[in-house]
């Protein structure tokens, strides 16, 4: 089965402003929480890094641009 990536599923979604280095932090409510975190940092042109999670949190890239995310968690 085939699906969409984020960068096809955000296509249309305004995109969040932050400051280049801001914090990113991810809020859920959930139980059990989740003690493992993946986040994949990718741009339309193709490219994808794995980020640093820590406590929850992740920091904006220092350059400007577009960038999508694809998080996971167990």
């Not at 960068?7 to 801001?22: A, F, M, N, R, T």
């Not at 409510?29 to 493992?36: I, Y």
């Amino acid at each position: 089965m085939d699906t969409a990536g984020p960068v096809e599923l955000l296509k249309d979604e305004i995109p969040v402003s932050v400051q280049p280095g801001e914090v990113v932090k991810f809020a859920m409510n959930v139980e059990p929480m989740p003690n493992k975190y993946h986040v994949t940092q990718m741009t339309a042109e193709g490219s994808s890094i794995d980020v640093a999670v820590k406590e929850n949190s992740f920091y904006a890239p220092l350059e400007k641009g577009t960038y999508y995310y694809s998080y996971g968690v167990w």
